[in-house]
């Protein structure tokens, strides 16, 4: 929201849109992003915490657990899908980018 407020201005103009948007619109979202925000956080804290929760203590401590195979196939896995996904939004933001360049230079007959 307060990325919105701070940049919306910059971003009309950029977009040469005449367009009014007042904050108080905004005010309907706010419980619904924070419930994102909280199922989110809760998501991804879930793997890492039944992960973590296997382990006993004094095992760790003394050096005994040796981490599988399906370990280092999930860490590894998760690193591709995490780089598959950022390179899908920069072609994605790129790609939008673009077609607002070629939107705001064309000219369309009417």
Do not use: C, N
């Not at 994102?36 to 956080?41: D, E, F, K, N, S």
């Not at 933001?93 to 939107?103: E, G, H, N, P």
């Amino acid at each position: 929201m307060v990325l919105l407020a701070l940049g919306k201005d910059h971003l009309l103009q950029w977009l040469a849109w005449d367009m009014r948007i007042e904050m108080t619109d905004f005010v309907p979202l706010i419980p619904v992003l924070i419930g994102l925000a909280i199922v989110a956080g809760g998501l991804t804290g879930l793997y890492p915490a039944f992960l973590l929760s296997r382990f006993k203590p004094t095992q760790v401590l003394k050096g005994e657990i040796k981490t599988g195979y399906s370990g280092i196939v999930i860490r590894k896995g998760l690193v591709v899908a995490q780089f598959v996904i950022m390179t899908g939004l920069a072609v994605g933001s790129l790609a939008v980018k673009q077609q607002m360049d070629f939107y705001s230079k064309s000219r369309f007959g009417f």
